[in-house]
């Protein structure tokens, strides 16, 4: 077990509490750089879905890991992020500009919407975004001339100070693009986490009555929650339009919204580690899948809503059996390794909380 | 002049007047405490001036800046703290943090130097942790200070939410009941504790407690309610001694 011998208050507020820690993400960061000389195209673009899925799960955890606030309509978000960014793009923006901007766009919408619905809580806020979902395959239909309606839009090639970039054609260097995103969101995350803003939203989650007393504006820090959170989901949703190569109004839909929400579940609520277990899950689950089932039924054989009932198990066994998510597993077994042999059965149980003063208005 | 005066103060829920006409003033270095049956209006009044209840009819003034100006995340900014009767922390977080978000009206930082975790932001959590750990020193929570909340005994996250409302150095410190549900040597702990409040850090303190042990042994002046309104107010021993007091705690004819 790694004790650590904390000198300065800094030990706490860096990145990384100690060296060996350090050390394992440079090794992690050192192999997702070589990962495109290690394995093929065919993985490696599956790598990069699973790194697009991630950064969305960091946006919607921003939002319901951090600041408890459930969405089920963050697939308009994505949409957002990958209309505004192929708009843009083909009015001539370039993409160095156009890719953060869509993110801000997506931020602001974010916050508008955020005014009203935020006054909702619990199952309301989510039926609510429900909403959104819906709404935003009829809107994409309506403003037909400028999203191109059902026949859909391509995105345009990437260019980056004359370098081009592709996903078909040029997986590794859209993989590097992918990855370097996921490295600036992730480092957002966590730069909040450790900063006041990161506490208001715990504070917000767990007891909306004492962080008023304590000086927390409720729906000002809700809104920068749902703006930053969209803004992040909004750049993954630029980046699956890429990935996708075509989108039309059904690609972001309801089904992608509540994927997204049990991706988060599955791999971890509050945690950034979280949203990449949830990630290599629902990205690679479906291929799972069909491969398994060709073994055992052989090719030819369609099980209509297989994936989304094997989904739909999984969320609830982990909701049964492990709510902390495939990360909270994850630190049992590294702590039972690290304490051998002096782990006990008991050491996660917690107390149930106490009585908590009912909301006051 | 009074660091808070209340004049007044009414305010019903539906049929019930849950306070009534009530006046009272602190002073600035005091431990005032407020004394009453179940359902006199003692939370009700604390909720009155953190803002959590809009009232009827009165004013609630604070060192000359009207409260009924301010929503009730702003009245934190001038420098009032509050515990809550049945623990308000937040759960899911640790001590350490818990008592950080205390010191959320200091911060100074804004939304893009945070993202990037500019020089600036690092440099101040220093200094809000250094004002954390003088607050972790005087109320001995050493042991705790990574511990997540929800796994602590009630003792201790009584505590814990002491030192989230010092954290934020106010100037008057509200204390719901802070002797409920603890130990005879908590509640001695939590006696010096007041009394180290008021004499070291200089923080006027109203609480409301119903042991009246604790109260007679730290307060300067009490008031006691029932049915909202006021009953006695005086030195503890007046207030104990008091005829109507004596009625309403124990009912008429008992003196």
């Known amino acids: 077990m790694r004790i650590h011998f904390k000198t300065t208050y800094n030990d706490d507020i860096r990145l990384f509490p100690d060296r060996w820690t350090f050390m394992v993400y440079a090794a992690l960061l050192v192999l997702a750089f070589a990962l495109p000389y290690l394995i093929g195209e065919f993985y490696l673009g599956e790598v990069t879905n699973v790194l697009i899925w991630a950064i969305a799960g960091l946006g919607l955890m921003l939002l319901t890991g951090q600041t408890g606030q459930a969405s089920l309509g963050h697939a308009a978000f994505l949409a957002i992020g990958c209309y505004a960014n192929t708009i843009l793009i083909e009015q001539g923006v370039p993409f160095i500009v156009a890719f953060p901007l869509a993110g801000i766009i997506t931020g602001l919408v974010g916050v508008l919407i955020a005014i009203p619905v935020l006054r909702l809580h619990g199952i309301y806020l989510a039926i609510a975004t429900i909403a959104l979902s819906v709404l935003a395959d009829d809107i994409i239909v309506l403003t037909e001339p400028w999203s191109g309606g059902v026949s859909g839009k391509f995105p345009e090639m990437i260019t980056i100070f004359g370098l081009e970039i592709e996903r078909w054609s040029m997986p590794s260097r859209f993989y590097y693009l992918v990855l370097v995103v996921t490295i600036i969101c992730t480092l957002f995350y966590r730069n909040l986490l450790r900063s006041p803003l990161g506490r208001a939203f715990a504070a917000v989650r767990d007891s909306e009555v004492s962080a008023t007393a304590m000086g927390v504006h409720i729906a000002r820090t809700k809104g920068k929650a749902f703006g930053l959170s969209c803004m992040i989901t909004g750049w993954a949703g630029a980046l699956m339009g890429y990935y996708a190569g075509t989108f039309n109004n059904e690609t972001f839909s309801l089904v992608i919204s509540i994927t997204l929400l049990m991706m988060i579940v599955i791999g971890g609520l509050g945690t950034i580690h979280g949203a990449f277990f949830g990630a290599v899950v629902v990205a690679f689950l479906p291929q799972g899948l069909s491969i398994l089932k060709d073994g055992v039924f052989g090719s030819g054989v369609a099980i209509p809503g297989l994936e989304t009932g094997v989904f739909g198990v999984i969320l609830i066994l982990f909701i049964l059996f492990e709510p902390m998510g495939i990360y909270g597993r994850w630190l049992k077994i590294r702590i039972w390794f690290e304490l051998f042999p002096f782990a006990r059965k008991d050491m996660f149980r917690r107390q149930k909380s106490y009585l908590k003063t009912e909301r006051l208005r | ?255």
């Open chain 2, 1 to 255: 002049m009074s660091l808070l005066e209340i004049n007044n103060a009414t305010l019903k829920f539906g049929g019930v007047v849950a306070v009534n006409d009530l006046s009272f003033s602190v002073e600035e270095g005091e431990v005032y405490a407020i004394v009453g049956p179940n359902g006199a209006g003692k939370s009700t009044a604390f909720n009155l001036i953190s803002r959590f209840y809009e009232p009827f009819a009165g004013t609630f003034r604070f060192d000359g800046n009207n409260l009924l100006d301010l929503d009730a995340d702003q009245v934190a900014d001038l420098g009032i703290a509050r515990t809550f009767q049945n623990i308000e922390l937040f759960d899911h977080a640790t001590v350490l943090q818990n008592l950080l978000v205390g010191r959320h009206r200091h911060r100074k930082t804004t939304l893009l130097e945070e993202m990037f975790f500019m020089p600036r932001v690092r440099r101040e959590e220093e200094r809000h942790r250094a004002a954390v750990e003088e607050v972790i020193d005087f109320l001995d929570l050493q042991p705790y200070r990574n511990k997540m909340i929800a796994g602590l005994p009630y003792g201790v996250r009584k505590v814990v939410e002491l030192g989230r409302a010092l954290a934020s150095e106010p100037r008057l410190l509200l204390l719901d009941e802070p002797a409920s549900g603890l130990s005879v040597e908590e509640t001695q702990d939590m006696r010096w504790w007041i009394d180290d409040i008021r004499k070291q850090m200089g923080i006027t303190v109203l609480m409301v407690e119903h042991d009246m042990g604790l109260v007679s042994g730290v307060s300067d002046r009490v008031l006691a309610l029932a049915d909202g309104a006021k009953l006695a107010e005086g030195t503890p021993a007046e207030v104990q001694a008091d005829p109507a007091v004596i009625e309403a705690y124990l009912g008429a004819g008992a003196a």
